[in-house]
């Protein structure tokens, strides 16, 4: 399953509307061939202030970002890593959409084939009532370094893919993966 080199990746941000809002902090496990190769985190100063309300989620202050890269110091070596590889994301279509969104804003155009993690679940597993992170984490018993911070969740991501090759058949993971690989990528509404 997944043979091909993925980049599962997760985003925090200031907000939800990716036409306005930024990225501030980007989390990444980088896998080729079933194996990991390497995983990589980075504060993201959004040049504008992160409201009190995301701040309480993900613990990230604008004085932890006041110092970090922006994205358009990030974005060529981000851009390159990106190249070539299937992105992976919980509620891909967010993810997506930012980082379309913030490439666009330096001038990069950046498209990929996406699977959403979400989407696969309710494929895999349409008994189940709940498909966001929390409940992956439960009903899989996957672990999380710090949830809401962008590398402990792409982490989880990680384990998911994994635990399903265990728990299920190999043709009916196929079968889901080729459905939503097969279906339009579009990126999030801006």
Known sequence: MLRQPLIILDLETTGMLAAEERITEIGLVE????????????????????????????????AMVRHAPTFAELAPALYARLQGKLLVAHNARFDYGFLRSEFERVDLAYEARVL???????????????????????????????????LGDAEVLWQFLQKIQVELDAERIAAALQAQLDAPTLPAAA
Not at 36 to 42: I, K, Y
Not at 128 to 148: A, G, P, Y
């Open 116 to 150: 959403c993690t979400v989407k696969l679940s309710r494929k895999l597993y349409p008994e189940q009532r709940r498909h966001n992170l929390d409940s992956l984490i439960q009903r899989h018993e996957l672990s999380c370094s710090v949830r809401h911070r962008a």
């Open 31 to 62: 896998v080729d061939k079933g194996e990991l190769v390497d995983s990589w985190s980075q504060l993201v100063n959004p040049e504008k202030s992160i409201p009190p309300f995301i701040e309480s989620i993900t613990g990230i202050s604008d």
